[in-house]
């Protein structure tokens, strides 16, 4: 027996499948074979493959994970993308049920002119749905409308094995509570059904307010959130002394049945599209070329301030109407804007803090980062939700989103920095999110998430998937034996 | 933060080779220690894991003369290593040859481990490389590959076939993002000079750092040490009809 299975692990896999992949950050890459099944015969045959070259499976949406999330180095990656079909439509219930590779962006489009807008988007459009399940992504309405989870109906999750489970809040709701947010690591989401939002107009009122420091900051947070629909700020990370923590809030809600006189037009597509020049003379495509001289500590911290000046003087108190897209979608203006930080890429470290704590521990970390010569060229600072998710990232309080370069030079000071910066985080309590984490250390990650939740997950990992064949270099990282 | 994580050396039991692991190992680097002789290279490799204080060099028993294997090992290593950034390729003999001797048998070994066997190992790796856009390629050579010297003609045109090979290699995989580099060290005190009485000997210590720093700083033809480059640009310059007469 143990020589028939010994020759089964020996085929070896096609060269030509093998592929550089990235972390959407381009500062994790690993050689992996890929495969992008069109179905549930395609995936098992990848499985199969995998099986018998002695190898394990990661799974890969769009590829838009920070970090090593979606890597499977020298293994098997499975790319879902182009499992991207629009199953089933009801425009009278806003219930869509989509195939696992079908992205943000083809939702909304295709739901948009019916009205219907999902409950919750990324910064970026680009994600799968499948994707974003399994990392049970947020936006900038958390505290108000709970992550993605909270909207997904139903799935279906085909194990490792070749069986096809159901799962939905009331038949097999310990999976689905696990599977989503659970990081690919318990089977393939292949189909998911989701209900989407009722929108009286493809317009948003949107108001820019100029804050000053983390004290006014928090104080405006906590006064709007009541009366927001989406509240996100903006940090400049170079500001210093007093004005630690200075930036701008954007807050925006939906407009009420009537408000907007045609709605009809502005829930268009074609409204809704983000415009495809700078001031209608640079296309976008080269935009990031622009951008790439002041990829650089002096040029991000002239930027941030022109960008602070702005939004304490002629910006602060302006309102405006926006459509959904071209607020929801801030990252999809400079098309690959990613690139100005070639070559080393960058990592975002996304925290999560309990709100009792969440000032002094964000304000310690832009200190961290400044004395350490390390600044974040760009700093997201949204409110978030508890929910019911095994291995969720939310907690009642805070987040901050911090970019970094990542350049030869600064790596090691860039890596002591997020190790203290996980310490005042895990010391108020705090958890981390895996669409992000690139430097996380095991012992961090079991402390964020608690050694019970993380038994009662790989005990249901051992359930669904006995072989451990799912692997990612994030899960060899932070959770396997 | 080592420079590289995950590194092959084929040719790893002793001289150069085992002194590039000693090296790397002492930086962080993940190390797969490919030679003939299982007993040598788990010792080596005891040895590196003791003094850095982690699992960081792992053996794979290996002839390099067995190309047919090269492929299967190269995967199964890569698996294991969970990525390549760096492979060098250090095998290498040099059997005495007398100053009237023509002996086929051994020059057919030399050929076999000097040349097809980094043949076998650098493609699989140059294939890698061009894929993933990155990763360092260091082939051993020799000052001897750049004239042919009365005293060794298979070891220096086993060098010098090298030479050509790994220039090819350079310039199909430099323009994705992968390196390529050439060493030639003059005479290094290793296994494989014992005995022999050469001028400007150097330790097997020195030439790995040497080495490790040209790959760093992707210098493409790397002469160890640096003045054998001076000296080998003359004797290269030396007229044919002179070079015949000198016994250099």
């Known amino acids: 027996m143990a020589e028939h299975l010994n020759n089964q692990t020996n085929i070896p896999l096609p060269e030509e499948r093998l592929e550089n992949v990235e972390g959407w950050g381009m500062s994790s890459t690993a050689v992996s074979y890929v495969y992008r099944p069109v179905n549930c015969d395609g995936i098992q045959e990848a499985f199969d493959a995998a099986r018998h070259s002695g190898r394990s499976v990661g799974l890969r949406g769009a590829g838009r994970s920070y970090g090593d999330a979606s890597l499977n180095a020298e293994n098997v990656t499975l790319d879902l993308t182009r499992m991207r079909r629009i199953l089933k439509w009801d425009p009278e219930t806003g219930v869509i049920r989509v195939e696992t590779g079908v992205s943000i962006q083809q939702l909304w489009q295709y739901t948009i002119e019916d009205g219907w807008w999902p409950h919750v988007v990324s910064g970026t459009m680009f994600p799968t749905l499948g994707g974003a399940a399994a990392m049970n992504i947020h936006g900038k309405n958390n505290w108000k409308a709970g992550p993605i989870g909270d909207h997904i109906l139903a799935f279906d999750i085909l194990l490792p094995s070749g069986e096809l489970k159901h799962c939905s809040r009331t038949g097999n709701s310990e999976l689905f509570h696990a599977a989503i947010g659970g990081f690919g690591m318990l089977g393939v989401i292949t189909e998911l059904t989701l209900q989407l939002k009722k929108v009286h107009s493809g317009l948003l009122k949107v108001e820019a307010i100029g804050v000053r420091n983390f004290q006014d900051l928090f104080d405006l947070f906590e006064s709007r959130l009541p009366v927001s629909d989406y509240l996100v700020g903006w940090i400049d990370c170079f500001a210093s002394g007093d004005a630690l923590g200075r930036g701008q809030v954007h807050q925006a809600n939906y407009l009420e049945p009537g408000e907007d006189t045609h709605p009809v037009q502005s829930l268009r597509v074609e409204h809704q599209e983000l415009p495809d020049s700078l001031f209608g003379v640079v296309p976008k495509s080269v935009m990031w070329r622009l951008m790439k001289p002041f990829v650089n500590d002096s040029g991000m911290q002239a930027i941030n301030f022109a960008k602070s000046l702005s939004a304490s003087t002629i910006s602060h108190g302006q309102t405006h109407t926006q459509s959904h897209a071209g607020f929801a979608f801030l990252l999809d203006y400079v098309p690959n804007w990613k690139h100005a930080y070639k070559p080393g890429g960058l990592i975002q470290y996304q925290s999560f803090v309990p709100k009792e704590s969440a000032q002094a521990v964000f304000s310690e970390q832009l200190k961290l980062a400044q004395s350490y010569g390390v600044v974040p060229y760009l700093g997201v600072f949204k409110r978030h939700r508890p929910d019911n998710f095994l291995m969720t990232h939310a907690v009642d309080g805070y987040s901050l989103a911090l970019d970094f370069a990542v350049t030869p030079e600064k790596k090691g000071a860039l890596l002591s920095l997020t190790a203290e910066m996980d310490r005042l985080v895990l010391e108020a309590e705090g958890r981390f999110y895996f669409a992000k984490d690139s430097a996380l250390h095991r012992s961090s990650a079991l402390e964020a998430l608690g050694r019970e939740r993380i038994s009662k997950f790989l005990a249901l990992k051992q359930e669904c998937d006995p072989e451990n064949i799912l692997q990612t270099n994030l899960y060899r990282r932070l959770f396997a034996e | ?248």
């Not at chain 2, 080779?17 to 788990?42: M, S």
């Not at chain 2, 290996?62 to 950034?85: M, R, S, Y």
């Open chain 2, 1 to 248: 933060m080592p420079h590289w994580k995950n590194a092959i050396i084929v040719g790893a039991s002793s001289g150069i080779g085992a002194a590039l692991a000693k090296a790397l190992t002492a930086d962080g680097t993940q190390v797969a220690l490919v030679a003939r002789g299982r007993d040598k290279l788990a010792a080596l490799a005891a040895s590196l894991n003791e003094a850095a204080s982690e699992m960081l060099a792992w053996v794979y028993p290996h002839d390099v003369t067995e190309i047919a294997t090269v492929p299967a090992l190269f995967a199964e290593i890569t698996h294991d290593l969970g990525g390549l950034d760096l492979i060098i390729y250090a095998a290498g003999t040099m059997p005495r040859i007398g100053p009237d001797e023509y002996y086929t048998d051994k020059d057919a070994g030399m050929i076999a481990a000097n040349f097809t066997g980094a043949v076998a190992w650098l493609n699989e790796a140059a294939r890698r490389f061009e894929k993933a856009g990155a990763g360092t390629i260091v082939g051993i050579s020799s000052v001897a590959g750049d004239r042919g010297r009365r005293g060794a003609p298979v070891y220096g045109a086993t060098k010098a076939a090298l030479n050509t090979y790994l220039e090819s290699l350079r310039n199909r995989i430099e323009r994705r993002g992968a390196f390529v580099v050439t060493v030639k060290p003059g005479p290094v005190d290793t296994p494989m000079t014992q005995g022999l009485k050469m001028p400007g000997m150097i330790s097997a210590e020195r030439a790995a750092a040497e080495i490790l720093l040209a790959a760093k700083e992707k210098v493409r033809v790397a002469y160890v040490p640096a003045r054998w480059r001076p000296i080998m640009a003359v004797i290269r310059a030396i007229p044919a009809p002179i070079f015949k007469w000198l016994n250099i």
